[in-house]
């Protein structure tokens, strides 16, 4: 069995190895090669746009890929969705596909568009959002870049953001959110119903959900005084119930629990007041449910 497998090219790439990478699998691509190469013999990786990724799925050309919420809605396939994974290339927020125009425009709303332009990688999603609205209005595509082209060539863009600050570079407000976004683990149906091919994503869309989980969580150890119980206890808190065992020393316990990277820079300082000894931090790869 082999699992074509599509990987998003350009922007979200390295941040997909990266997750892959906690995850398990090591992918890399030659200063020669656009395709990149995994240590697992029954996947093959192939890289592509993840505009493009909804449409070979949804032909059968792969068999399961990674690729934005807003790029399967923007083409309308039909497919089956194995999990979602909130990462993107800067932080783990969500995306927005967004109306935008030039700050000085008298563009309020989506109704001041009607007769107007808009440039837009999104046509589809675009043009059905627009119909919702009744709006009357020229959606042409563009090869991204959008934001020069407003307001010399077109009166607004649809765009996606996830800090807004290139919108703020190119002196636009963002008027309306059409849609929010995040990235999907997704397949063909028929790839689904192949029972090798579903167990391997199966297999594959826990560890990625185990990566992601761990991906803002720190693991702490600490040795305490057992009268101090109850005092670390009060201040530790925890996906669960910490993990307490008795040291050699009848006199002293070890405590274990995992908490988030901001928790943790606030909780070592009191546990070292309280009585806590010998503390460790230290990264999780993942953190299976």
């Known amino acids: 069995m082999v699992l074509k497998l599509?990987?998003?090219?350009?922007?979200?790439?390295?941040?997909t190895f990266s997750l892959f990478q906690k995850a398990g699998w090591s992918f890399r691509v030659s200063s020669r090669s656009y395709q990149p190469v995994v240590d697992d013999p029954e996947i093959q990786p192939i890289l592509l746009r993840p505009q493009e990724m909804p449409?070979?799925?949804a032909e059968g050309v792969i068999d399961a890929g990674l690729t934005g919420h807003d790029w399967i809605v923007d083409c309308g396939?039909?497919?089956?969705?194995?999990?979602?994974?909130?990462?993107?290339?800067?932080?783990?927020?969500?995306?927005?596909?967004?109306?935008a125009a030039h700050e000085d425009s008298e563009i309020q709303s989506v109704n001041d568009m009607e007769g107007k332009r808009i440039a837009t990688e999104y046509v589809q999603l675009t043009k059905r959002w627009l119909e919702q609205?009744?709006?009357?209005?020229?959606?042409?595509?563009?090869?991204?870049?959008?934001?020069?082209?407003?307001?010399?060539?077109?009166?607004?863009?649809?765009?996606?953001?996830?800090?807004?600050?290139?919108?703020k570079a190119h002196s636009l407000k963002i008027v309306d959110t059409i849609l929010t976004s995040t990235t999907r683990f997704v397949c063909s149906h028929e790839c689904w119903n192949e029972a090798a091919k579903r167990e391997k994503l199966e297999n594959m869309a826990i560890l990625l959900t185990g990566a992601m989980n761990a991906s803002k969580l720190v693991g702490l150890k600490l040795n305490f005084p057992a009268d101090k119980k109850d005092q670390i206890l009060s201040i530790l808190p925890s996906r669960q119930n910490p993990t307490l065992s008795p040291l050699a020393d009848q006199g002293w316990m070890a405590a274990e629990v995992i908490l988030s990277e901001q928790d943790v820079r606030d909780l070592i300082p009191l546990l070292k007041r309280a009585?806590?000894?010998d503390l460790v931090e230290?990264?999780?790869?993942?953190?299976?449910?």
């Open 282 to 289: 230290y990264p999780l790869n993942k953190v299976i449910d």
């Open 275 to 277: 009585g806590g000894r």
């Open 133 to 167: 609205e009744g709006v009357n209005a020229k959606v042409e595509f563009s090869w991204g870049a959008c934001e020069v082209k407003v307001p010399t060539l077109v009166e607004a863009i649809v765009v996606n953001t996830e800090t807004g600050n290139s919108l």
């Open 77 to 99: 396939a039909d497919l089956h969705e194995i999990c979602e994974l909130r990462y993107s290339k800067l932080t783990t927020n969500p995306i927005r596909v967004v109306l």
């Open 55 to 57: 449409r070979y799925l």
């Open 6 to 15: 599509g990987i998003p090219k350009g922007s979200l790439q390295e941040a």
